[in-house]
């Protein structure tokens, strides 16, 4: 049953512009309070990572090796580090691992495949900082769902040490926009519509064929992938690229597990401190990453 915390914070998307149909101007200036929110992580020092533009989420229960890097959703357009630190700290908190949250290119001014060399060249970046692939996880949301494993099928391809694992969050990764999904939860979604996707895919891809699959990771051969923890609210328009994207995964012999959260949302777990569906949610990513990174 959903918690009633969960019902007061849908009725509060119900009644609140939806980001994604604004023009980018104001999709920019929303996208810097997404986590508005959401609760302040405790225990959690944060600072710059200057090298990479971004910030680092360092807990208290840091064991001194283990290393998150998140990155921040926003349709490849809009979102930067500090916008979305919050979820980082949470994470970093709740996993004992370091979190880097790096700084990507966004559209259109720079547009595909620029979100994931930057990306790639960033995971490089903290190996080089002594970080080891064994104990690092990519994570992210939304499109950067989609990015985590853009990135790891870079890496692979350019012959570079993979990671422990990746934790796509509602990942977008089906730029085409051919999912049931889009049409059959298109009034269960609150944030998200098939027209705002379709104009943020074109911004991005900037002509490219929207099957390429460093766009679209579900058009992508996923085998010799690390094992991948998708996680997905029941209720999102995008619900069926994480759908096809574990059975992509499963089949291409990847250790792939796809949680689906009853009547969530879009993103649910960013809303730590506000739903216990967050909280809990966050809480197996983190038991996740420990488990893969340990």
């Not at 980018?24 to 986590?35: F, I, N, Y």
């Not at 990155?71 to 979820?87: A, E, N, T």
Request: aromatic share 6%; hydrophobic share 40%; charged share 20%.
């Amino acid at each position: 049953m959903v918690s009633q915390e969960a019902l007061k914070l849908h009725e509060i998307l119900r009644n609140a512009p939806k980001a994604l149909d604004m023009d980018l101007p104001h999709q920019r200036a929303a996208g810097e309070h997404m986590e508005d929110m959401t609760s302040e992580p405790e225990g959690v020092t944060f600072e710059e990572a200057y090298s990479v533009d971004g910030l680092w989420a360092t807990p208290k229960n840091w064991d001194g090796q283990s290393a998150i890097m998140y990155l921040y959703g926003g349709g490849y357009v809009i979102s930067s580090p500090h916008s979305q630190r919050k979820f980082a700290g949470h994470l970093a908190s709740a996993s004992g691992a370091r979190a880097l949250v790096p700084r990507y290119s966004l559209a259109p001014e720079r547009p595909f495949p620029s979100a994931v060399e930057d990306a790639a060249a960033d995971y490089r970046w903290l190996l080089k900082e002594g970080h080891r692939p064994e104990r690092v996880v990519i994570a992210g949301a939304s499109s950067a769902g989609g990015l985590t494993v853009a990135t790891m099928l870079k890496l692979r391809e350019d012959g570079q040490p993979l990671p422990a694992g990746g934790v796509p969050i509602s990942p977008w990764a089906d730029l085409a926009c051919t999912g049931e999904t889009l049409e059959t939860n298109a009034t269960a979604d609150l944030t998200a519509t098939k027209a705002g996707l379709q104009r943020m895919a074109g911004q991005y891809l900037h002509g490219a064929d929207p099957r390429t699959p460093l766009a679209s990771p579900l058009y992508a051969d996923l085998s010799g992938l690390p094992p991948l923890l998708i996680v997905v609210g029941g209720d999102e328009a995008l619900l069926d690229d994480s759908v096809r994207l574990a059975r992509s995964a499963g089949m291409a012999g990847v250790d792939v597990t796809l949680y689906i959260g009853g009547s969530m949302q879009h993103v649910f777990p960013i809303y730590c401190g506000v739903m216990p569906e967050a909280d809990a949610a966050v809480m197996m990513i983190a038991e996740w990453i420990r488990l893969r990174t340990s």
